[in-house]
């Protein structure tokens, strides 16, 4: 047995841990992906709450957008040297910080500062759960059916943003939105 990583799965993981690595997964899909919409319903309330200028809430999509984008790659050939495990979990690390970091920023400019965070994080969490994914269902039909699930989260997740964004806004504040996506993570 050659060299392999401390992070691997063990050979044949029971199907119950394998669903459980498939629910962890589309999770953090769901969760990278609601942030790509969620924050868009916030950004009346920040305006208000900061008197932002059209371009300082622009960046307070863009931000985001722009580095998890520009990042996937990155995130996910650095998975492949140093282990899908270590780099997923810092990403959740890095993912959470920033969530909780927008929830208390301050000011406009550390919540874009808070969001890139967040961005960072999200991009190590899509492409190396989808390694993972690929990785612990080896039989094909199984593994077929796991990235479709995987892959449809990021429909719901898109479709759900605007609704949960904007009930949480309504009801609680936009603060609510980034104090949402940390408590999500603490539940897994």
């Known amino acids: 047995m050659s060299d392999q990583s401390s ?25 990278v ?5 969620i924050v868009n319903v916030a950004l009346p309330a ?15 999509i863009d931000a985001y957008t722009l580095v998890l984008a520009s990042l996937l790659m990155l995130s996910g050939s650095t998975a492949d040297r140093i ?8 990403g959740l690390t890095l993912f959470s ?26 991009s190590m969490l899509n492409p190396v759960a ?25 429909g719901i997740s898109m479709a759900l943003g605007p609704v949960l ?4 806004v309504d009801s609680v504040g936009w603060r609510a939105v980034s104090t949402f996506r940390s408590a999500s993570w603490r539940s897994c």
Do not use: K, Y
Request: hydrophobic share 50%; aromatic share 4%.
């Open 97 to 122: 910080t920033g969530s909780l970091l927008c929830a208390l920023a301050p000011s406009l400019g550390l919540l874009i500062a808070a969001r890139v965070v967040q961005a960072i994080g999200g």
């Open 33 to 37: 992906g609601l942030d790509v919409t």
């Open 165 to 168: 964004g904007g009930a949480l």
């Open 83 to 90: 282990g899908r495990r270590r780099v997923f979990q810092i």
């Open 7 to 31: 992070d691997q799965i063990e050979a044949v993981p029971s199907r119950r841990r394998r669903l459980v690595i498939l629910g962890i997964c589309s999770i953090s899909l769901l969760i």
């Open 130 to 154: 989808m390694s993972i994914i690929r990785n612990v269902f080896e039989d094909p039909r199984e593994r077929a059916q796991a990235i479709g699930v995987w892959g449809g989260v990021i």
């Open 46 to 60: 920040i305006h208000r709450s900061f008197h932002a200028s059209l371009s300082g809430l622009q960046w307070t």
